[in-house]
């Protein structure tokens, strides 16, 4: 019995050692514990389908001074609304997309929505998009947005499209590592995968635990970050076949609702952009790149509102520009 239990002892101190010497290996090489980025801010709320909304009332926002103001509903505040508009407007345009199409770090009377809103008096403009949406989120908004809004006026869809939006419709290792809850657990997002026969299979939002101790020890978060990307790594490249996916069925949802759909091109490689653009002269998708004149890279950050890259007022005037004179010359207002 003693010998048993002397190798028992063994065995046991040996694993600990071992642990031991892992943890200070992954402490050297500085792996750090799981710190939250807390994706899920004041600005918003859980929703089951979506994954999160924008909660209703003023937000503070981080990368300048300026205060959104998110209106019951969950949409951004749009200004320059004459008050007979919303009882009888000539038409309806609703503004969907993640945080550049919402205007994250402008004032409401900067955004997209407000500065058409400015531009079309007769019409009402309705900006229901949500930082951090991908195009397969935007998707599933515009299914619930059709179905529940009855409109007796002609309707027409923007939906601002830009590249990282690309990975979040696959739920990509990148974006899911930067999701997490007040709570402290990670968070994937509704996305789309693409099975083995080429049909693509749709995953609901959901909340999973991290491993016990990964906020304290060096060698349990490297465990739990390499779980995650191997059970993740195939998803990028299927991103962008995700996001023609998602314009094509969004394009057709609006045929059959008989509203309008434009693709609002406003960030991306060369490379994506003529993909997209492809994609939607073969699908006879309406298209719009809003950047043509700009660099694809501007040293300087000029056109960003703050630090966090998002868009300042003057980048978001050249787009309401080139949409105004697209909307006016093809007759949609």
């Not at 531009?119 to 951090?132: E, I, K, S, T, Y």
């Not at 179905?147 to 696959?170: T, W």
Request: aromatic residues 10%; contains cysteine.
């Amino acid at each position: 019995m003693r010998k048993v239990a002397y190798n028992v002892a063994c065995v046991v101190g040996s694993v600990l050692v071992a642990l031991l010497a892992a943890e200070a290996i992954a402490r050297l090489i500085h792996v750090k514990p799981e710190q939250p980025i807390r994706h899920m801010e004041n600005w918003a709320e859980f929703d089951p389908s979506l994954g999160w909304r924008v909660r209703p009332g003023p937000h503070p926002v981080d990368c300048e001074q300026n205060e959104m103001t998110i209106e019951p509903g969950g949409l951004r505040k749009t200004t320059g609304r004459p008050s007979t508009n919303a009882a009888s407007p000539k038409a309806v345009i609703i503004v969907l997309g993640g945080s550049w199409g919402l205007g994250y770090g402008v004032k409401d009377e900067e955004t997209l929505a407000s500065q058409l809103q400015e531009r079309f008096p007769d019409v009402l403009v309705l900006n229901h998009a949500c930082p951090g949406y991908g195009t397969y989120q935007n998707l599933l908004k515009l299914q619930g947005l059709l179905s529940n809004e009855k409109f007796n006026v002609p309707v027409m869809v923007l939906y601002e499209l830009g590249d990282h939006q690309v990975l979040r419709n696959v739920a990509g290792y990148e974006w899911i590592r930067g999701l997490s809850t007040y709570d402290g657990t990670h968070f994937e997002p509704p996305h789309l995968l693409q099975d083995h026969s080429g049909r693509w299979q749709q995953y609901p939002p959901r909340k999973y635990n991290l491993l016990s101790l990964a906020d304290k020890s060096h060698l349990i978060y490297f465990v739990q970050d390499r779980l995650l990307y191997y059970r993740t790594k195939d998803r990028n490249g299927q991103g962008e076949d995700a996001t023609l996916y998602c314009l094509s069925e969004m394009n057709k949802l609006c045929k059959a609702h008989s509203t309008g759909f434009l693709t609002l091109f406003v960030y991306g490689t060369p490379e994506l952009l003529e993909g997209i653009q492809a994609h939607c002269k073969a699908s006879d998708i309406a298209f719009l790149n809003c950047y043509p004149d700009i660099p694809w890279k501007h040293p300087d950050w000029f056109l960003c509102a703050g630090t966090s890259g998002h868009p300042n007022a003057r980048l978001i005037k050249l787009w309401a520009d080139r949409v105004s004179e697209y909307l006016m010359a093809n007759s949609q207002m």
